[in-house]
């Protein structure tokens, strides 16, 4: 039988990735417009790939999973490969599809809580909650305010990555990291 590590490495790849992706966001905001859209259609890919995973696993132990991980993963892994085939399109897809995976991802790990609170304890439960309310209604306010989702975009996409970033590096070290 094949032992386990008992660390998240794919959550704690992903997590250092966000943290340096927000950190870029805030020091070139500029060029990280245009710079960053093939990072982020990768990153996109793989967290849809994860969110997949997620799905499968779940539904292998115990015989049901939240649908709406699986609908999130798919549509991460769809605006990911867009952003990587078009990334003339991606400062529009920036201002317009990032909001909706902002609201999906954070529906989707809102939707897994219960599993999160039984794997890795009340502090990551809390953690995993405040960030990703937070998330939604971040995503929320740049549906209903463009203007704010052009002028802003940058600022609030590398807050969300840099907190969406500690959030899955803690999840590594948490028992939550084992599970994979």
Same mark, same amino acid.
């Given at each position: 039988?094949r +032992?386990?590590s ?10 250092i990735?966000?943290i340096v992706m927000?950190?870029y966001t805030? @020091? +070139?905001p500029?060029?990280a417009?245009t ?7 990768l990153?996109?890919?793989? $967290?849809?790939i994860?969110?997949?995973v ?10 049901f999973?939240p @649908?709406i991980?699986?609908?999130?993963g798919?549509?991460?892994?769809? /605006?990911g490969?867009?952003?990587m ?5 991606g +400062?529009w ?12 991802h954070?529906?989707?790990r809102?939707?897994?809580l219960s599993f999160?609170? $039984?794997?890795a304890g ?5 953690l ?9 209604v971040?995503? #929320?306010?740049m549906?209903?305010r463009? /203007? !704010?989702?052009? !002028?802003?975009? $940058?600022? @609030? ?6 907190l ?5 590096v #803690?999840? /590594?070290?948490s028992?939550i990291?084992? +599970?994979?």
């Amino acid at each position: 039988m094949r +032992r386990r590590s008992g660390f998240g490495w794919v959550e704690l790849i992903i997590g250092i990735a966000l943290i340096v992706m927000g950190i870029y966001t805030f @020091t +070139r905001p500029l060029s990280a417009l245009t710079g960053l859209v093939l990072i982020y259609g990768l990153v996109a890919t793989a $967290m849809g790939i994860v969110d997949i995973v997620f799905y499968v696993k779940t539904e292998e132990h115990t015989g049901f999973a939240p @649908t709406i991980a699986l609908i999130s993963g798919i549509l991460s892994l769809l /605006a990911g490969l867009m952003l990587m085939i078009h990334p003339g399109a991606g +400062r529009w897809a920036l201002v317009v599809f990032f909001p909706l995976w902002f609201i999906a991802h954070c529906i989707s790990r809102l939707s897994s809580l219960s599993f999160v609170r $039984m794997t890795a304890g009340r502090a990551i439960y809390w953690l995993t909650l405040i960030i990703n309310v937070l998330g939604l209604v971040l995503g #929320i306010l740049m549906l209903v305010r463009p /203007a !704010f989702s052009l !002028f802003s975009v $940058m600022v @609030t996409i590398g807050c969300y990555l840099i907190l969406l970033g500690i959030d899955n590096v #803690i999840s /590594a070290f948490s028992r939550i990291g084992s +599970r994979w």
